[in-house]
């Protein structure tokens, strides 16, 4: 049977939810067994380093590899291996890490694609609505997609997901390639504002401490598997958090962070 573990903690009750998920390239399995849940208003990180399987565990979620074991919910509904447009159409919008606009287009032509699910009718109006939450596009319509920053090419990609409206957003390293102080923007002027709009925000980041200072919930993920997780701030404050955030030691037995449904009601006085 299975469990709603977020509920269990306080957490909302989960707009996206994998139960379990092992999957690949097919070969041996990059991601195994691995759940996490993302409700509206949260903003849940996923930090490990480089091919923990981040990329792998987000193109699993929305439909684009498969699921070889364990389950996939919207919702309440069971969407495990349904195919990514099914995923869009249910509100699940995905920023891929590379790949995210399409460059020989202009800003507008970008946005409009991304809203491909709607009415043409509608288009003009949305794109309106979307530039109003990156204001910063607003005078760039124009422009083409290759012509952007960094910084305002993830915009763009974010944006363009925004056009569907989604109810779940998931981003993939959304500040590579940023400089720091334009990362840390991106994080608290816009992932955070998307999740004060009430959406589920999945974010996947190498920079881990400027993850966890937005997120709200965090899984760590090493050689496909989830190493520990919890809120930010009992990570933050482990000694050896370092050192299990690169890698290291990872045959060593999982550290004890209080459990997300071991029944800790408050786990932030729960310090393990
Ligand atoms: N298309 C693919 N075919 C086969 N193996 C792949 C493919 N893409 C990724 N992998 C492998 O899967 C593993 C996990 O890769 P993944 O891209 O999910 O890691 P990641 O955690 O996102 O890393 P990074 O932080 O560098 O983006 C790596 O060993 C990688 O080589
Ligand atoms: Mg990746």
Redesign the pocket.
């Known amino acids: 049977m299975l469990v709603n573990r977020a509920t269990a903690n306080g957490r909302p009750a989960p707009a996206l939810r994998a139960e379990g998920v092992t999957s690949?390239?097919?070969?041996v399995p990059?991601?195994r067994d691995v759940s996490i849940a993302v409700g509206p208003g949260e903003i849940v990180a996923i930090i490990?380093?480089?091919?923990?399987?981040?990329?792998?565990?987000?193109?699993t979620l929305v439909g684009i590899l498969r699921v070889n074991s364990g389950r996939v919910f919207v919702g309440s509904e069971d969407v495990t291996n349904h195919a990514p447009e099914d995923l869009a159409r249910r509100g699940v919008g995905y920023v891929p890490?590379v790949n995210d606009i399409f460059e020989p287009l202009s800003v507008q032509e970008n946005l409009e694609m991304g809203g491909y699910l709607l009415p043409e009718s509608k288009l003009p109006e949305r794109v309106e609505e979307v530039t109003r939450v990156f204001p910063a596009l607003a005078p760039m319509l124009k422009r083409r997609a290759d012509k952007l920053s960094g910084g305002e090419r993830k915009m763009l990609a974010i944006a363009r997901v925004l056009m569907l409206d989604p109810a779940v957003l998931i981003l993939?390293?959304p500040t590579a390639n940023l400089s720091p102080k334009l990362a840390d923007s991106l994080l608290r002027d816009h992932v955070q504002r998307l999740a004060g709009l009430n959406k589920a925000v999945l974010l996947?980041e190498?920079r881990a401490r400027a993850a966890l200072q937005v997120a709200s919930w965090t899984t760590v993920?090493v050689s496909?598997t989830t190493r520990l997780e919890g809120r930010p701030g009992e990570l933050l404050d482990r000694q050896d958090f370092e050192e299990l955030f690169l890698g290291a030691g990872t045959t060593s037995p999982a550290p004890t962070l209080p459990s997300p449904n071991g029944g800790a009601e408050d786990p932030e006085v729960e310090k393990g």
Do not use: H, I, R
């Open positions: 690949g390239y097919g070969g990059v991601v490990g380093p480089n091919g923990a399987g981040k990329s792998t565990l987000l193109k890490q993939d390293e996947v190498q993920l496909g």
